[in-house]
Nanobody
Framework: QVQLAESGGGLVQAGGSLRLSCAAS????????MGWFRQPPGKERLFVAA????????YYADSVKGRFTVSRDNTENTVYLQMNSLKPEDTAIYYC????????????????WGQGTQVTVSS
């Protein structure tokens, strides 16, 4: 059982930046593809970004391309989501996710979820 813990959420003005972190409980995190999803208020949870086990492949939702960057440090068992040029519509609870392949993460076939961290972007 892999436990994921997100941090780094908060309140930021439009145009600002935040970096989310997701720390995994086990050193075997390098065996998993990782990713991020978000759930705006009153809406369903949606895919944001995914990264392969080695970090060599990444995918992004169209709504965040060019603004968000997913990365990972397997030596620190941590995945990051750098969010720049934030918009009010980026306001959501952000969840870390992991699964065996990056394709599974991208499709929402997630094996492990974090508890989520709130990101609020004010206009």
């Amino acid at each position: 059982q892999v436990q994921l813990a997100e941090s780094g959420g908060g309140l930021v003005q439009a145009g600002g930046s935040l970096r989310l972190s997701c720390a995994a409980s086990e050193r075997t995190v390098s065996s998993y593809a990782m990713g991020w999803f978000r759930q705006p208020p009153g809406k369903e949870r949606l895919f944001v970004a995914a990264i392969s086990r080695s970090g060599g492949i990444s995918y992004y939702a169209d709504s965040v391309k060019g603004r968000f960057t997913v990365s990972r440090d397997n030596t620190e068992n941590t995945v990051y989501l750098q969010m720049n040029s934030l918009k009010p519509e980026d306001t959501a609870i952000y969840y870390c996710a992991s699964s065996v392949t990056v394709g599974q993460v991208r499709s929402g076939n997630v094996r492990y979820w974090g508890q989520g961290t709130q990101v609020t972007v004010s206009s």
